[in-house]
C-alpha cells in the first residue's frame, strides 16, 4: 500500500513540475511574441522616416526640362513668312483716288493716268453686276496702261472710274445687280429728260427699277457730276453690255458726240448706228453730259455679258485717247 501511496505522491510532484516549467515557458513564449509585436515598424514612422530622403527624388522629376529645349525647332515656323508680296498689294495705288460713295458706302474710285491739262473720262459698272464684263474691261485697262504709261499723249490726262455701281454687282452678277441699293436704275437717274418711272416698251423689263425719288437723288449720280464738274472732260465713254453697239449721247443730237461714236465706230464691230429697240432711255448719263455740259459722250455695249472684248477695246483706247472735240 505505502509503496503505492509513495508512487501516487511522487506522480503529483512530477505533475506539478511539468505543469510550473509549462508556466513558465508560456510566459516566456508570450513576452517574446509581445516583443515581436513592438518592434514591428510603426505605419506612422514611414512618414517621418523618408523625410531626409526627398531632396534627391525631385530631381529625376526636373529631367523634363530638358524636353524644352526641344521647342526652338518651332521658331522655324513664323520664318517662312515671306509675305512682302501682299504689303504692296494692300497699299492704294499712287494714281488712285475715291470721289464718292456709294449708298451703301462703298468708295467709287478713279484711276488717273498721264498729268496733262485735256481730261477725258471712261465710266464702267453704271448697271453694277448686269454688266459686271464693263468692270473687268475697266480693270483691264488701268492695268495695260499701269504697264504703258507712254501711251498717254503727253497734253493728256485719262481717268478711269472703274465701277460706278459697285452696290449692285456685290449683290449679284446678273440682273439682281443691275439696279443700286435703292433699287435705282443709275443710268436713269441723270438730270435730264428724267423720270420716275417710263414706258418700258423695248426697255429692260427684268426686273422692277425705277429712275430715284427725284433727278439726281442717288449718291453716286451726285458723285459723279460733282468729279465731272470738276476736271471737266473733253469726252466721255460709258461702257455698257450687251450687243446694242454704240450711242451718241445728246438731246436733241449733239454733233461732237455723234463725231466720237463715228471715229470709235472704225476700229470696233459694234453696231453704228445702234440697234434701236424702240426704248425711250430717260435721264442717262451721256444724254446730261453731251446736252447739260457740252461734254462728247457716247455709251459703248459690248458683245455680250461675259467678255471684255479687250482687244477692240484697246483701240478704242487709243482712238479716245487721240481723240480732239
Ligand atoms: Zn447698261
Excluded at 512682302?84 to 497699299?91: E, G, L, N, R
Excluded at 483716288?97 to 451703301?104: F, L
Aim: glycine share 8%; proline share 10%; with cysteine.
Amino acid at each position: 500500500m505505502r509503496k503505492n501511496l509513495g508512487g501516487i505522491a511522487a506522480g503529483i510532484w512530477v505533475f506539478n513540475l511539468v505543469a510550473i516549467l509549462g508556466l513558465v515557458a508560456l510566459l516566456y513564449f508570450s513576452g517574446v511574441l509581445s516583443a515581436a509585436a513592438w518592434s514591428e515598424p510603426d505605419p506612422n514612422a514611414a512618414l517621418v522616416a523618408p523625410a531626409g530622403k526627398p531632396s534627391r527624388t525631385p530631381f529625376p522629376t526636373m529631367t523634363p526640362v530638358a524636353t524644352q529645349t526641344r521647342r526652338p525647332t518651332i521658331t522655324p515656323w513664323p520664318t517662312p513668312s515671306p509675305g512682302p508680296s501682299v504689303t504692296p498689294m494692300a497699299m492704294p495705288p499712287a494714281n488712285r483716288q475715291i470721289i464718292g460713295y456709294s449708298e451703301e458706302g462703298r468708295a467709287l474710285d478713279v484711276y488717273r493716268f498721264g498729268r496733262g491739262p485735256v481730261h477725258k473720262l471712261i465710266v464702267a459698272g453704271i448697271h453694277g453686276g448686269y454688266e459686271y464684263n464693263t468692270v473687268q474691261l475697266a480693270d483691264e485697262l488701268i492695268a495695260y496702261l499701269n504697264d504703258h504709261p507712254e501711251q498717254i499723249p503727253a497734253d493728256t490726262s485719262l481717268f478711269i472710274l472703274r465701277n460706278l455701281n459697285p452696290d449692285g454687282s456685290a449683290r449679284a452678277i446678273g440682273v439682281e445687280g443691275r439696279a443700286n441699293a435703292n433699287n435705282v436704275d443709275l443710268n436713269r437717274n441723270w438730270p435730264y429728260n428724267w423720270q420716275k418711272e417710263w414706258e418700258r416698251d423695248g426697255c429692260w423689263i427684268w426686273r422692277p427699277i425705277e429712275g430715284g425719288e427725284h433727278e439726281g437723288s442717288e449718291a453716286e449720280v451726285q458723285a459723279l457730276i460733282a468729279y465731272i464738274d470738276n476736271i471737266k472732260p473733253v469726252a466721255l465713254i460709258s461702257y455698257h453690255s450687251a450687243a446694242l453697239g454704240i450711242f451718241a449721247g445728246g438731246v436733241p443730237d449733239f454733233p461732237p458726240s455723234i463725231r466720237l461714236a463715228e471715229d470709235v465706230a472704225e476700229v470696233t464691230d459694234y453696231p453704228w448706228p445702234p440697234i434701236n429697240t424702240g426704248c425711250d432711255y430717260t435721264g442717262n448719263l451721256t444724254d446730261w453730259a453731251a446736252s447739260t455740259r457740252s461734254i462728247p459722250s457716247i455709251d459703248i455695249e459690248l458683245t455680250d455679258h461675259r467678255n471684255t472684248d479687250f482687244a477692240q477695246n484697246l483701240r478704242v483706247l487709243q482712238v479716245f485717247l487721240g481723240w480732239r472735240p
